[in-house]
């Protein structure tokens, strides 16, 4: 099968090159996806799970990727819950082998039935974006119907996510960005918008979670305006800086079919829209995920037509 592999952590994505793979097979309570589309995140390139199992050891040439959309070509020994022939999206393990390929092996628990009027490439884009922004919200930050909602990198795969499923938990949700970001940010649905550049962030005032994707300074600052009781939520690491009366957490998505469920409804139901900027194909993703400029959305690698 096609793969794109990396094989020198230094190099980051200019490193990847498209190469001729073995087709994986499955292992107890797997599934093989033949793959119609797959999402990469930058960051990926910077994450030990990239370079190393789970005991340490060198694990390069590694496949990339851990988003993904397709249909189920085999089942593992013992796995439950989905069929041969079923469409499907989910987050891929992080030690193993991605989904910038043509087929994956993954755990038949990543994954969730993908409604057959949601396109491939429209199903790629949500796990980690649609999962992150889910349990940030919900599971870690706790959201209710009524608070304020800091949302950083407002137009973003992520926070527009973040900005989407707030409002309609009934938040408030102030986005903020750069100043080309402000109408993309509206339109998503934030009710107001800061430009970190320009505007000062103390003066949104008290709030009752901050999402935080930036990190460094903003973080900081950021915590001082969480209300007692409140939370700081981090996707970047561990929290620098703690709210005086608030929590503060950082965590790494999880799959979570259940979850998955409710984004993938949303979308049907048009109450939820993808960040999709560009979409290339298997043969040119080292370039597509190369970019010259700055991308305004997620870059999806459509692996068949």
């Known amino acids: 099968m096609k793969a794109i592999v990396v094989t020198d952590q230094a190099a980051g994505t200019t490193g990847m090159t498209l190469v001729e793979r073995p087709e994986p097979q499955a292992a107890i309570n797997d599934v093989v996806v033949r793959i119609h589309a797959s ?35 085999a089942l593992g020994y013992g796995t439950t819950g989905l069929s041969v022939g079923q469409r499907v999206f989910g987050l891929a393990d992080w030690h193993r082998d991605g989904t910038l390929a043509e087929y994956v092996a993954i755990e038949a628990r990543n994954l969730a039935p993908l409604p057959g009027d949601v396109d491939f490439t429209v199903g790629a884009s949500l796990p980690i974006s649609g999962l992150t922004a889910w349990q940030g919200l919900f599971r870690h930050g706790r959201l209710e119907a009524g608070q304020t ?90 929290v620098e800086a703690r709210p005086v009366a608030g929590l503060a957490v950082d965590f790494v998505v999880e799959a979570d079919r259940a979850e998955l469920g409710e984004i993938v409804r949303r979308v049907r139901a048009g109450g939820l829209r993808t960040n999709i900027d560009n979409v290339s194909t298997l043969d040119d993703a080292v370039a597509a995920l190369n970019p010259t400029e700055r991308r305004k959305g997620k870059t999806i690698i459509r692996v068949r037509p």
Do not use: C, Y
Request: hydrophobic residues 45%.
């Open 39 to 73: 999402g990469f995140v930058p960051t990926e390139m910077e994450w030990p799970s990239t370079w190393t199992d789970r005991a340490g050891r060198d694990k390069t040439p590694s496949i990339p990727g851990h988003e993904l959309a397709g249909v189920v070509s």
């Open 149 to 238: 909602v800091l949302a950083h990198g407002a137009a973003g795969a992520v926070g527009t996510m973040v900005t989407q499923l707030a409002r309609e938990a009934g938040a408030h949700v102030i986005g903020t960005g750069r100043a080309a970001d402000r109408e993309k940010a509206l339109d998503f649905g934030a009710h107001e918008f800061v430009d970190l550049e320009n505007d000062a962030l103390e003066d949104v005032g008290a709030v009752d979670l901050v999402f935080d994707v930036i990190g460094g300074d903003v973080q900081k600052r950021s915590a001082a305006l969480v209300k007692a009781g409140g939370t700081l939520v981090s996707v970047v690491g561990p």
